[in-house]
């Protein structure tokens, strides 16, 4: 289904697969237009069956233009990873690598995302970055899902730093989601993904979507 469209007019699909009413997955394979080997994971969770129970929800951008572009920011140059509308804080200006626009949800990209999952509620949200190579640990649920990812796909646990982290998109996901103790995190890839790789990732997402 149609979200809505980029700053410079290209769609943003979301498309559902698996059991209708089932435990709530989604995926987004490129929020960084120039990070975006998380396509491939997407395209071989559409592609291959869904385990029963689990109602999967895929997003292959929600950067269309940072794609186009082979640039990190939409079309008005904004670091959608800074334009979550919780804990938003102002970054730099157009031109700046963080920039995080002129407002909270500021971006069409952004308000498509926060409409999506403010409607789905998933049970659990992931979004592919590269190339630090990494999870990040937390607590609870959250840490358990993410600890077991990790385990799953070969990533080492480990926290990223050096940057600023106001409006970021998988903080808001869970907070909006902290109600059902809902799961929302990075994946941050390597520099690159093979095709056996991208299925290991894959094999990953089914198999949290069935343990929860
Ligand atoms: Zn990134």
Same mark, same amino acid.
């Given at each position: 289904?149609?979200?809505?469209?980029?700053?410079?007019?290209?769609?943003?699909?979301?498309?559902?697969?698996?059991?209708?009413?089932?435990?709530?997955?989604?995926?987004?394979?490129?929020?960084?237009?120039?990070?975006?080997?998380?396509?491939?994971?997407?395209?071989?969770?559409?592609?291959?069956?869904?385990?029963?129970?689990?109602?999967?929800?895929?997003?292959?951008?929600?950067?269309?233009?940072?794609?186009?572009?082979?640039?990190?920011?939409?079309?008005?140059?904004?670091?959608?990873?800074?334009?979550?509308?919780?804990?938003?804080?102002?970054?730099?200006?157009?031109?700046?690598?963080?920039?995080?626009?002129?407002?909270?949800?500021?971006?069409?990209?952004?308000?498509?995302?926060?409409?999506?999952?403010?409607?789905?509620?998933?049970?659990?949200?992931?979004?592919?970055?590269? $190339?630090?190579?990494?999870?990040?640990?937390?607590?609870?649920?959250?840490?358990?899902?993410?600890?077991?990812?990790?385990?799953?796909?070969?990533?080492?646990?480990?926290?990223?730093?050096?940057?600023?982290?106001?409006?970021?998109?998988?903080?808001?996901?869970?907070?909006?989601?902290?109600?059902? $103790?809902?799961?929302?995190?990075?994946?941050?890839?390597?520099?690159?993904?093979?095709?056996?790789?991208?299925?290991?990732?894959?094999?990953?997402?089914?198999?949290?979507?069935?343990?929860?």
């Amino acid at each position: 289904m149609g979200l809505g469209f980029s700053a410079e007019g290209r769609p943003i699909f979301a498309n559902r697969h698996g059991t209708p009413g089932g435990r709530r997955v989604l995926v987004i394979g490129v929020i960084h237009g120039d990070e975006d080997d998380g396509l491939a994971i997407v395209n071989n969770l559409s592609t291959q069956p869904v385990p029963d129970g689990v109602e999967l929800w895929l997003v292959e951008s929600m950067n269309p233009d940072g794609q186009a572009n082979l640039d990190r920011h939409n079309g008005n140059s904004v670091d959608l990873n800074r334009n979550f509308p919780y804990k938003w804080g102002p970054i730099g200006e157009p031109g700046n690598g963080q920039y995080a626009g002129t407002g909270p949800a500021s971006e069409p990209e952004t308000q498509a995302i926060v409409n999506l999952i403010s409607q789905l509620q998933p049970d659990i949200a992931i979004w592919y970055h590269q $190339d630090l190579f990494v999870v990040n640990p937390a607590s609870g649920r959250e840490g358990r899902v993410r600890a077991r990812y990790a385990e799953l796909a070969g990533l080492p646990m480990g926290q990223i730093t050096g940057g600023t982290y106001t409006g970021i998109a998988a903080t808001w996901a869970r907070n909006e989601l902290s109600g059902n $103790d809902g799961v929302a995190f990075i994946v941050e890839l390597g520099s690159t993904l093979s095709p056996t790789e991208a299925a290991t990732h894959a094999d990953a997402v089914r198999t949290i979507a069935v343990e929860g």
